[in-house]
């Protein structure tokens, strides 16, 4: 079988993402501002647990056998993904396995 090209699509402008996080319920901001960031897909994100993270060197990392494509990927935050996460760190206290 031939392997399948997933293309991405439906990305917003930057002007257009911040007037729609700015409405958005608190609990869902720190979710939409790492996946407009990052480009990846909604299962990527909710699948992400917080083994694959990396608080102390700003690090995010999808191995090859947890995404679609097999190509393993990985994230530097920048600071306000490193804000997000360190507030989902402490709200979640480390709880759940999930990021979000």
């Known amino acids: 079988m031939l392997k399948e090209n997933y293309v991405r699509k439906g990305f917003f402008e930057h002007a257009e993402f911040m007037a ?46 947890d995404i679609k494509n097999d190509e393993a990927r990985t994230v530097y935050l920048d600071d306000e993904i490193q804000e997000v996460f360190n507030h989902q760190w402490n709200a979640r206290k480390n709880l759940l396995p999930y990021m979000f």
């Open 20 to 65: 729609l996080r700015v409405e958005l319920p608190e609990h869902l901001k720190g979710f939409v501002t790492f996946a407009h960031k990052t480009g990846w897909s909604v299962s990527e994100i909710t699948d992400l647990i917080w083994n694959q993270v990396d608080l102390d060197n700003g690090i995010v990392r999808l191995e090859t056998g």
